[in-house]
């Protein structure tokens, strides 16, 4: 009796140019930054996937010239706010741009979740920059 083939999906070429630093910094907006998370979160669950997404995301910055952009307090904020919406009200597998409908507010710097969590003067620390910080309170 012959074994099965394994079903894989392709890889995700987006995924694979920010991973090896080739993708188009002008393409990197906070949507494509939120949805390479979520790719990671889905299929690597968490804490695997988040800490692959921050090493392959401080290589990226690295790559491109642009450490200076990097945050590690948002950079885990979304992170945690993702996950749970994965875990707590997206049904298994659910596609980032189908979450997204469900929470547009995640797009939103300046009114959304983390500006409502964080003040503005916390999140422009060096501090915060540096180390993952919870919110003042």
Same mark, same amino acid.
């Given at each position: 009796?012959?074994?099965? /083939?394994?079903?894989?999906?392709? /890889?995700? /070429?987006?995924?694979? !140019?920010?991973?090896?630093?080739?993708?188009?910094?002008?393409?990197?907006?906070?949507?494509?930054? #939120?949805?390479? !998370?979520?790719?990671?979160? *889905?299929?690597?669950?968490?804490?695997? +996937?988040?800490?692959?997404?921050?090493?392959? #995301? *401080?290589?990226?910055?690295? &790559?491109? +010239?642009?450490?200076? &952009?990097?945050?590690?307090?948002?950079?885990?904020?979304?992170?945690?706010?993702?996950?749970?919406?994965?875990?707590?009200?997206? /049904?298994?597998?659910?596609?980032?741009? !189908?979450?997204? *409908?469900?929470?547009?507010? #995640? #797009?939103?710097?300046?009114? +959304?979740?983390?500006?409502?969590?964080?003040? &503005?003067? *916390?999140?422009?620390?060096?501090?915060?920059?540096?180390?993952?910080?919870?919110?003042?309170?």
């Amino acid at each position: 009796m012959s074994a099965l /083939p394994t079903l894989t999906s392709p /890889p995700d /070429p987006t995924m694979l !140019a920010f991973e090896s630093g080739s993708l188009d910094p002008a393409r990197f907006n906070h949507r494509l930054h #939120l949805s390479l !998370a979520w790719s990671y979160l *889905q299929r690597d669950g968490f804490p695997e +996937g988040a800490l692959h997404f921050r090493r392959h #995301l *401080q290589n990226y910055v690295a &790559k491109a +010239g642009a450490q200076s &952009k990097y945050h590690e307090t948002i950079t885990w904020a979304y992170l945690v706010l993702l996950n749970e919406e994965r875990c707590l009200r997206s /049904p298994a597998g659910e596609s980032f741009d !189908a979450m997204i *409908q469900r929470r547009p507010d #995640l #797009l939103d710097h300046r009114n +959304g979740p983390i500006a409502r969590c964080y003040s &503005k003067s *916390q999140l422009d620390s060096p501090e915060a920059r540096r180390v993952f910080m919870l919110p003042a309170t």
